[in-house]
């Protein structure tokens, strides 16, 4: 028996121990078991009952050492039709998950509601999470008997996956009678799952339906998360490109970069551009540099525009967000890919890395790169020690109010790509906000699915001081206020400061120093005259 769990068990993607117990109340002995691993899901398979774990089916579902998964009938690999049915309840977030996973060709969740507005918390969570899902049929049904609608939609449902009962309270029987007829009278497989986590009796509080999102998210992060040696390959990523006819612009916004732009180039333009061709052109935005920086990218070949100084008349900005809207401007790719030029460690995998889920995916818009960041103090390096302004402000503020966000490990890192088609019809923050407010247009207009995110591994660069730093934070949170403005057309930044005032300490005095650090934003770069001037000139 135990070879046999053994051989089961074992795939690439399972790690498993395999153990036989022997007892006269084997239920007890398995929840001691769960106890002592303490595993985050149980799955139980009956036949048509339960009575040969020594247990009723209400016992098994009353008190689980874990979520539970009770399985009724052989569930085939990959089946055609499931159905979850959901009403909001306590359970809905997990039988949605069980759901996914079977990973049918058709995926079917029923919501099933006594009146058009009885929608409370979990269900308003839910129906959040489920608008933005692509591959699901989402239907909702308004029926008195809820039951009835549950057992009739089963019929056509080769897999049906739902929770133990709908109601609250300790009072409640662990297995609702929907659920119990389901088990009773569906000729396929039924699954029915109930949550370890305490069901209150009372009115939901404020914390109700907070896990639903997690299912949005959990499912981008699998999905949508790569690493950059997936497309370490470059003749195979050539390959793609030429199919789709793509092209490939390099834009490297710099401010006084001398000690690396050089560098940076060099790196690139050898691997990407000569060895194998996956980039098309690299082109130089840079902020008015006082130092050599210019010179250093003119004499390795690279066009340079001094962003200030490009559609003169809209006027000057300062700012990162500036040089990388204009960017749009002086390039001709399909896809624009930016990185920083500070970066001390530079390797090709910073500019592949990006490109790859865009040449793969073409649901994908945007991709941002993630890294592990060493901050240096003292002449030493900390490993994870960067970042501050990702963990303190960029990060908290996407998760309470953008939380299908919040799987993007760095939403500020500055190597990115993006399509132009979908780049080219965003506004631009001209200042630190840039990267927030790119990330919160792409998610509000193409979905999650049109992010992803692609593991570099380390990044090194010259930290910024904590000035630089707290100016960036404030940037930030007015990029994310300006999107609320929108979402809830009320312009809260009118009633909100826009500059900050910034403590000096000079000579054993403080002094406080006030400084205009107003987030402004550029329209979208389409529908500037300028632009679609060259882009008419340019061949098609």
């Not at 106890?35 to 774990?53: F, N």
């Not at 941002?368 to 490993?383: A, E, H, I, N």
């Not at 979402?487 to 002094?511: A, C």
Request: glycine share 8%; aromatic share 4%; proline share 6%.
């Amino acid at each position: 028996m135990r070879r046999l769990l053994r051989d089961w068990l074992t795939t690439p993607r399972v790690r498993a121990r395999a153990r036989v117990i022997v007892s006269d109340r084997p239920w007890n002995a398995l929840v001691a078991a769960a106890l002592e691993a303490q595993p985050e899901l149980l799955v139980v398979g009956i036949e048509h009952d339960v009575a040969a774990l020594g247990a009723t089916l209400h016992e098994v579902l009353g008190r689980p050492p874990c979520d539970v998964v009770v399985v009724r009938g052989d569930v085939t690999a990959f089946p055609n039709r499931v159905l979850v049915p959901i009403r909001g309840g306590p359970y809905a977030e997990l039988a949605l998950r069980i759901g996914m996973a079977l990973r049918a060709e058709h995926l079917e969740v029923l919501q099933v509601r006594r009146q058009a507005t009885d929608v409370d918390a979990p269900a308003r969570a839910l129906d959040r999470v489920l608008g933005q899902m692509t591959g699901i049929e989402r239907r909702v049904t308004v029926a008195d008997d809820a039951g009835g609608a549950i057992l009739d939609a089963a019929k056509r449902a080769d897999v049906v996956v739902m929770g133990a009962t709908a109601q609250h309270g300790d009072e409640a029987p662990p297995l609702g009678p929907v659920a119990e007829a389901l088990l009773r009278e569906h000729r396929g497989p039924v699954i029915v799952v109930r949550t370890r986590r305490e069901v209150p009796s009372g009115p939901l509080d404020e914390t109700a339906g907070n896990q639903a999102i997690s299912i949005l998210v959990d499912k981008w992060f699998a999905e949508n998360t790569y690493d950059a040696s997936e497309f370490e390959d470059l003749h195979a990523l050539l390959a793609v490109k030429r199919r789709q006819g793509v092209t490939v612009s390099l834009a490297l916004p710099a401010l006084n970069e001398e000690a690396t732009i050089g560098h940076v180039i060099e790196t690139v333009k050898a691997a990407l551009m000569e060895q194998v061709p996956i980039v098309d052109e690299i082109v130089l935005l840079d902020s008015a540099s006082t130092d050599r920086t210019r010179e250093i990218a003119a004499s390795l070949g690279v066009p340079v525009h001094v962003h200030q100084e490009l559609l003169p008349e809209m006027g000057a900005r300062r700012g990162k967000g500036e040089a990388l809207w204009k960017s749009l401007l002086v390039t001709r790719g399909d896809i624009v890919a930016w990185i920083d030029t500070d970066i001390v460690n530079i390797h090709p995998r910073f500019v592949y890395g990006i490109l790859g889920p865009l040449l793969l995916d073409r649901r994908v818009q945007l991709v941002k790169g993630f890294y592990r960041r060493p901050l240096r103090v003292d002449g030493q390096l900390q490993v994870g020690g960067g970042g501050r302004v990702t963990e303190l402000m960029a990060r908290p503020l996407l998760n309470l109010f953008y939380p299908e966000l919040s799987g993007v490990l760095q939403p500020l890192s500055g190597e990115y790509a993006g399509r132009r088609s979908a780049l080219e019809r965003l506004p631009f923050f001209s200042g630190y906000g840039v990267e927030t407010g790119l990330l919160i247009e792409i998610v509000e207009r193409f979905g999650l699915e049109g992010i992803a995110q692609v593991n570099l591994l380390e990044r090194v660069h010259h930290n910024q001081p904590l000035e630089a730093l707290s100016k960036m934070s404030f940037a930030v949170a007015q990029a994310v206020v300006r999107k609320l403005d929108r979402r809830y057309g009320h312009p809260f930044l009118e009633d909100v400061n826009r500059t900050m005032k910034l403590v000096r300490h000079q000579q054993g005095r403080y002094r406080l120093l006030v400084e205009d650090m107003a987030e402004q934003e550029r329209p979208p770069m389409v529908g500037v005259a300028e632009y679609a001037l060259r882009r008419a000139k340019e061949p098609s």
